[in-house]
Nanobody, 126 residues
Framework: QVQLVESGGGSVQSGGSLRLSCAVSGNTHNSFTMGWFRQAPGTEREGVAT???????RYADSVKGRFTISQDNAKTTVYLQMNSLKQEDTATYYCAADPGHYSPAEMPPAEFFRIWGQGTQVTVSS
């Protein structure tokens, strides 16, 4: 059974940077589609960035040019480098994984992912 554990969240001032990590453990022999999502209080969970089994990345328009998703060579850790953070980036960030492949060109929705981490809080202050 695959488990995901996020780390790296915290508080930062606007314009600052954070790097989130998602450690993947368990049955990692399979390849996964991986993603980062976020949810602020009173809002729905929204996609931030995803990377598929072929290494193709997709980003929400709101984070393009500021955030970068990546994996280590062993694909046991997924990162989200967040630069030029804004107050509106404040949310709980979740790592997600699924052994399936999402065919459409757009970012896979949250409903596609069957495995989730517990989340890590990111707070950006002015």
């Amino acid at each position: 059974q695959v488990q995901l554990v996020e780390s790296g969240g915290g508080s930062v001032q606007s314009g600052g940077s954070l790097r989130l990590s998602c450690a993947v453990s368990g049955n990692t022999h399979n390849s996964f589609t991986m993603g980062w999502f976020r949810q602020a209080p009173g809002t729905e969970r929204e996609g931030v960035a995803t990377v598929d089994m072929n290494g193709i990345t997709r980003y929400a328009d709101s984070v393009k040019g500021r955030f970068t998703i990546s994996q280590d060579n062993a694909k046991t850790t997924v990162y989200l480098q967040m630069n030029s953070l804004k107050q509106e980036d404040t949310a709980t960030y979740y790592c997600a994984a699924d052994p399936g492949h999402y065919s459409p060109a757009e970012m896979p929705p949250a409903e596609f992912f069957r495995i989730w981490g517990q989340g890590t809080q990111v707070t950006v202050s002015s």
